[in-house]
């Protein structure tokens, strides 16, 4: 099996209007932190122990303060100017902004507090051992939903091109579909849509 050529780089989706939450869900505390903090914080280390190459994070053009929360991990930005047309435009954004030199791409969803470093590594391994091109975690609590982060190689890229609107990553590839490779984890990665979900979130284990 041929071995994948570049680094594995992230892409993180900050540039989100959070309409079901009311508000800049992202901005919101849980633990004693702003939500996104958790993903950069990973992020930043993922970087460190060198699972991942590079970062980016995708940001509205008028989120000054999500972008300065990116900054201060040391995680650059990049600015949508179309992110009110969507998720789709944020992707794309992320993904042309990446270094030539990335042979994949680990897309991150910024209100998901709960990703965990070994994941990362977990996706960054099989991938670097040719498991596939497209990579999404199932995790061992809630093995029915569809798991992030995505991990996609290079040479998929160009599907993003047929996305529109709010449509994510769901509408491309199916669990456990072809191309698609599963990696079994632990635990759960839920996302917050709404101040229910944050408060279903407090009473979830680490």
């Known amino acids: ?8 780089a992230a892409v993180i989706l900050a540039a ?10 992202l901005l919101a505390e849980w633990r004693g932190r702003p939500l996104l903090w958790y993903v950069l914080d990973v992020t930043a280390a993922a970087r460190a122990s060198g699972s991942l190459a590079n970062a980016r994070v995708v940001v509205a053009a ?8 990116a900054r201060s991990a040391g995680l650059p930005c990049v600015v949508n100017p179309d992110a009110d047309q969507g998720l789709s435009t944020s992707l794309r954004c992320g993904l042309a902004a990446l270094p030539s030199d990335a042979g994949a791409a680990l897309v991150l969803l910024a209100d998901q507090p709960m990703i965990r470093l070994d994941v990362i590594a977990r996706l960054a391994a099989a991938w670097r051992s040719g498991a596939g091109p497209i990579l999404r975690p199932r995790y061992a609590g809630s093995p029915g939903t569809p798991g992030h982060p995505v991990l996609l190689e290079r040479t998929v890229w160009p599907l993003v091109d047929r996305l529109e609107g709010d449509a994510g990553l769901g509408a491309l590839i199916a669990s456990g579909g072809a191309g698609v490779t599963m990696v079994d984890v632990d635990g759960v990665n839920p996302d917050v849509d709404t101040p229910a979900d944050l408060q279903t979130l407090n009473g979830t284990a680490s």
């Open 16 to 25: 989100g209007r959070s309409r079901r939450f009311g508000g800049d869900k």
């Open 1 to 8: 099996m041929p071995q994948p050529q570049g680094g594995l």
């Open 62 to 69: 008028d989120n000054d303060a999500v972008a300065a929360l």
